[in-house]
């Protein structure tokens, strides 16, 4: 019996059933009432006074440190090539690679000191974790944008020349790119197919995709083919191009992350501590070398473009003509970067939808008030949103139509990654949520004797996940179409969404959330959350092969964190050969 109140409820909310008590017709439901409340606006506030700064410098130069040592112990346990390895041969750069135990100890601690200093960094970004975070308000002081940038640049600076760290897809779009270079289809042929066996690129693709088409959009491997006629078969100067490509990539977050920040009355400071900053950015997006870098970066610039001309006050056609004003171009030049950035990975579509919602909003679209409406009301109650949507869809199907067609047209590189997108799907990862309890499920039912079943599940339990996925980001889009929350938030809570129910999911998947929610969520729970999630993460993710053994790992771990012991007690204790230095130079000044 308790599930009839329960399906009574349902049918009530949905506006199936009569309800017991007559409610106000014009209603619009409870879509994103509970997510709307990860957002507060926050205050601008004055910069750090002294002491806070020396302090703020003194962190900032832990996580260099950090930096530093993960280049050092990158020259061990960087994905370094096969063939080609520039350090091979060389005296002091070849030492880390002779003693892997002692450079996975120094990456390991280096990984841990940069984690430690973002997170102690977050008391001059957000405030103190324990009053101002956790009480949900201002600090009274935060770090300027200068000290914010120098930060970032400090922390990346050293990884410019690292090996690539904990990844080696460089290695796969290079061979992918010297196909598409060589005239043969990348979607058809694998690296191992069009470059053979014996190929110095195809000897340094993982095993798992030296025989998979790739699976990335004709933008990234057009961008990849101008690499490509550039270097030839130099892998050392196409992997550092590539890292220059992110690198493009995390200049577009920052320069977008804060200005989108602004626009939802967030601190610019701590979008940037909490998405460009993160360790899953300097770790995987500039040190992995990954595309999501250029992803993310064009898809934010496409949004503040879109964002400015639609919340603007400029008409974006110009009275009484049918051309567009100057607003109207910025709008149809900030999809088209959206579009663009889809020809990467396909994920940044998403973020139209909820563009074609804000635009949708402006020509007054909204949420109708249906659920207790009569039904001979709908129409008369829809028809103005209704034009609007259709009128908004037809736009960014139009815009980004053209600009998709255009660049598998011009980049002569075809359609065919329309059919590799679920390339990826080989991989079981335990990020996913779809995938971790289907292995678990075939892994219990082994254990019962049911037989080995784990891909049957999979086969089942993914199109499920995507399925919920698509459900979440349509209820996203209505809680945007009702005004509840910014289609910012609406985007980072829809890709999360999509992270939790994805097929197959890596660490850095997860930025594809955290960088947009960054710039709009504020509560207590999502920044420490993200705080706890990305130091895991960043950490646990280690510089290993299948073929370390744990009790290198662990003694790795055990040294790596007395390491950073001792290190932040010469960096953060004060002693008296320091209290002398500091004495002297005060006296100097007088």
Not at 41 to 48: A, I
Not at 195 to 211: E, Q, Y
Not at 306 to 324: H, M, N, S, T, V
Not at 381 to 408: D, E, H, N, P, Q
Request: charged share 15%.
């Amino acid at each position: 019996m308790p599930a009839l109140p329960a399906l009574r409820r349902t049918l009530d909310y949905i506006g199936l059933s009569k309800p017991a008590v007559d409610h106000d017709v014009d209603r619009i439901g409870d879509f994103g009432t509970t997510v709307a409340r990860m957002h507060d606006d926050e205050q601008e506030v004055g910069p750090l006074n002294r002491l806070e700064t020396l302090r703020m410098r003194r962190i900032r130069l832990f996580g260099t440190t950090g930096s530093m040592l993960i280049l050092i112990g990158s020259l061990g346990t960087g994905m370094l090539p096969v063939l080609q390895n520039p350090i091979v041969g060389m005296r002091i750069l070849s030492l880390p690679s002779r003693m892997y135990s002692t450079a996975l100890t120094i990456s390991i601690g280096g990984f841990i000191m940069l984690v430690v200093a973002w997170v102690m960094l977050g008391r001059y970004a957000i405030g103190r974790y324990r009053v101002e975070v956790a009480e949900g308000r201002s600090p009274a002081r935060r770090m300027t944008r200068g000290q914010t940038d120098r930060t970032l640049l400090m922390w990346v600076a050293p990884l410019i020349v690292a090996p690539p760290l904990l990844s080696k897809d460089v290695y796969s779009y290079l061979a992918q790119s010297a196909i598409a270079y060589r005239g043969m289809d990348p979607y058809t042929y694998s690296p191992m197919r069009g470059l053979g066996v014996d190929h110095a690129l195809t000897l340094s693709v993982p095993n798992l995709w030296k025989d998979t088409p790739a699976p990335y959009g004709p933008l990234f491997l057009w961008i990849g083919e101008r690499i490509t006629a550039v270097t030839g078969e130099n892998i050392t100067a196409a992997v550092l191009l590539h890292r220059l490509v992110a690198i493009c990539g995390v200049l577009m977050i920052v320069w977008a992350l804060p200005r989108l920040a602004r626009r939802c009355g967030v601190s610019s400071v701590a979008a940037l501590w909490l998405g460009a900053l993160n360790p899953l950015v300097i770790l995987h997006l500039v040190g992995g070398i990954h595309n999501e870098a250029l992803m993310i970066g064009m898809m934010l610039v496409g949004l503040e473009w879109c964002f400015q001309a639609i919340y603007g006050d400029d008409r974006l056609r110009i009275a009484d003509k049918p051309w567009l004003s100057k607003a109207g171009w910025l709008l149809v030049a900030g999809v088209a970067v959206i579009a663009a950035s889809s020809m990467i990975k396909v994920t940044s579509m998403l973020a139209l939808g909820f563009v074609g919602i804000v635009l949708a909003r402006r020509w007054g679209a909204t949420l109708p008030a249906l659920r207790h409406a009569p039904v001979r009301q709908w129409w008369d109650r829809s028809k103005k949103s209704i034009g609007a949507l259709t009128a908004s869809a037809s736009a960014m199907v139009v815009i980004a139509g053209l600009v998709i067609v255009g660049i598998c047209l011009g980049t002569g590189l075809g359609f065919g990654w329309t059919g590799t997108l679920s390339t990826g799907g080989i991989v079981r990862s335990w990020m996913s949520m779809p995938t971790l309890l289907s292995v678990v499920s075939g892994r219990v039912g082994l254990w019962l004797g049911l037989g080995e079943q784990t891909q049957a599940i999979l086969d089942v339990a993914r199109p499920i996940g995507q399925l919920l996925a698509a459900v979440l980001v349509v209820r996203w889009l209505l809680a945007c179409l009702a005004g509840r929350i910014h289609p910012l938030g609406g985007l980072g809570i829809a890709m999360a969404s999509v992270v939790i129910f994805f097929p197959f999911v890596q660490a850095w998947y997860l930025l594809w959330a955290i960088i947009p929610l960054a710039a709009w969520a504020t509560t207590r729970w999502f920044r420490v959350g993200t705080v706890i999630i990305s130091s895991i993460i960043a950490i646990v993710v280690m510089p290993t092969s299948s073929d370390t053994s744990p009790l290198v790992v662990a003694q790795g771990l055990a040294t790596g964190l007395l390491m950073v012991a001792i290190a932040g007690m010469a960096f953060f204790i004060d002693s008296p050969i320091r209290n002398w230095i500091r004495a002297r130079r005060d006296q100097k000044a007088r």
